[in-house]
């Protein structure tokens, strides 16, 4: 079956750093485009970032650039979320997909709580 599971969560203070990881099993990972995306209260999932499947090309929403960055090891069939310089609107629940054409699987999500 396929699986996304994400971990790397938790609480954060302002200015802090974590990073995410998915973990990818039940599908041709290489084959897929891999993306980020964020759901706060009350608000709209928003895309974050997303990596080709050759980890040369990336892209990020204006919020989170300068600040994370996205990457994948498709050895590992990973990929990550290094978020630094963290904000209190940061706070989200993060979720990672994979994206194909005609496809598209997602995690479960992992909780950000960025807060002093």
């Known amino acids: 079956q396929v699986q996304l599971v994400e971990s790397g969560g938790g609480l954060v203070q302002p200015g802090g750093s974590l990073r995410l990881s998915c973990a990818a099993s039940?599908?041709?990972?290489?084959?897929?485009?891999m993306r980020w995306y964020r759901q706060a209260p009350g608000k709209e999932r928003e895309l974050v970032a997303g990596?080709?499947?050759?980890?040369?090309?990336?892209g990020y929403a204006d919020s989170v650039k300068g600040r994370f960055t996205i990457s994948r090891d498709n050895a590992k069939n990973t990929v990550y979320l290094q978020m630094n310089s963290l904000k209190p609107e940061d706070t989200a629940k993060y979720y990672c997909?994979?994206?194909?054409?005609?496809?598209?699987?997602w995690g479960q999500g992992t909780q950000v709580t960025v807060s002093s």
């Open positions: 990596i080709v499947s050759d980890d040369r090309s990336t």
């Open positions: 997909s994979a994206v194909r054409t005609m496809q598209q699987y």
């Open positions: 039940g599908f041709i990972f290489s084959n897929y485009v």
